[in-house]
């Protein structure tokens, strides 16, 4: 019976690490598995192999830009069909663009992208992506971290006109005529509502 520190370090403990895989050419393992059988080897060996070449393959996709001759890796064909699209549409949104400007089209190429095969082996496939991935989420946090810094300046500045607006509603009250009581509401009510943002803000 295992004592209670025992389980306890079972049930704390790191998972396994993976068995090492080895990827080759389909053609490449069912001509290895024929040789296998060939030779007379065991049976169960065979069988798993023979289980493992009948499995589905895996349909990784990707998306091509014909016009730059880029290359991307997709998680699937819904989401390569999808960023297709939304690259299409830039495309036909910025000749859009020029167009209102008045800007010649007349050498514009539409964007091409086509959904297509991965080229890549799974693991590469999916490091690639992988990889992007995390590019795209650096590149949002150095982004996040510009917002905060521009935020705060401007956070700083509206208090700055808060307490100026706050200050001229003081002088105008002081002088008690009715111009400047309206002007002293004026002020009041605009540095109510840049309060109220500043609030919202910081919440």
């Not at 069909?81 to 209102?100: L, P, T």
Request: charged share 30%; hydrophobic share 40%.
């Amino acid at each position: 019976m295992l004592t209670i520190e025992e389980q306890i370090a079972i049930l704390t403990a790191p998972s396994a690490p993976a068995i090492e895989v080895v990827s080759m050419p389909r053609a490449l393992a069912e001509q290895s598995l024929a040789a296998l059988e060939q030779t007379g080897a065991c049976s169960s060996n065979i069988l798993e192999l023979r289980g493992i070449l009948a499995e589905p393959a895996l349909q990784l996709r990707a998306i091509h830009s014909v016009g730059p001759g880029e290359e991307y890796p997709c998680m699937d064909k819904e989401d390569a069909e999808r960023r297709a699209k939304e690259i299409r549409e830039c495309g036909d949104q910025m000749k859009a663009e020029r167009i209102a400007r008045g800007e010649s089209v007349e050498m514009w190429s539409d964007w091409v992208t086509n959904v297509i095969p991965s080229p890549w082996e799974p693991a590469e496939h999916f490091e690639i992506m992988a990889q992007e991935w995390m590019d795209d989420a650096d590149n949002l946090r150095q982004h996040a971290i510009r917002l905060t810094a521009e935020r705060d300046e401007l956070l700083a500045d509206l208090q700055e006109v808060v307490a100026t607006l706050r200050r001229y509603e003081q002088l105008h009250r002081a002088k008690g005529t009715a111009e400047s009581l309206e002007k002293a509401e004026i002020n009041a009510d605009l540095a109510l509502r840049f309060e109220q943002t500043i609030a919202k803000a910081t919440q």
